[in-house]
C-alpha cells in the first residue's frame, strides 16, 4: 500500500501563486510515477502533471505548460507542485496520484493510488 497526503491548497486570487506538496510512504512508493490531477466541480479529473521519482520523465498538460513546475525531493519523499500566473477557472481540487509510468500520459484510469485531494480557490 502507498499512502498520499497533499497539502498547501487554499485561497489566493487571480495570478497569484500557490505550492502544493504530496507526501508519499509506504512500499515501495519510489517505483511509482506521479501525478497531479484536479477536479472542479461538475468535470471530470484531469491530469495537471507528472514525474518520476528519478526527476525524468515530466509531463505537463498543455493548459499548465510555462505556469506551473512539478518537482520532487527524494530525501523527503515529496512531490511539489509550483503553481503561478493562477486563473479562477483552475478554482478545483487538486490530487495526488501514483501508478504505472503511462500515467505520464495523462490517463486517470491507471491509478494505482490517489491522495484525499486539497482544494484550491483562485479568486478574482
Known amino acids: 500500500q502507498v499512502q498520499l497526503v497533499e497539502s498547501g491548497g487554499g485561497l489566493v486570487q487571480a495570478g497569484g501563486s500557490l505550492r502544493l506538496s504530496c507526501a508519499a510512504s509506504?512500499?515501495?512508493?519510489?517505483?511509482?510515477?506521479m501525478g497531479w490531477f484536479r477536479q472542479a466541480p461538475g468535470k471530470e479529473r484531469e491530469f495537471v502533471a507528472g514525474?518520476?521519482?528519478?526527476?525524468?520523465?515530466?509531463s505537463y498538460a498543455d493548459s499548465v505548460k510555462g505556469r506551473f513546475t512539478i518537482s520532487r525531493d527524494n530525501a523527503k519523499n515529496t512531490v511539489y507542485l509550483q503553481m503561478n500566473s493562477l486563473k479562477p477557472e483552475e478554482t478545483a481540487v487538486y490530487y495526488c496520484?501514483?501508478?504505472?509510468?503511462?500515467?505520464?500520459?495523462?490517463?486517470?484510469?491507471?491509478?494505482?493510488?490517489w491522495g484525499q485531494g486539497t482544494q484550491v480557490t483562485v479568486v478574482v
Open positions: 496520484a501514483a501508478g504505472p509510468d503511462v500515467l505520464r500520459l495523462g490517463v486517470r484510469e491507471v491509478v494505482s493510488y
Open positions: 509506504g512500499r515501495s512508493f519510489s517505483m511509482y510515477y
Open positions: 514525474i518520476r521519482w528519478s526527476g525524468g520523465s515530466i
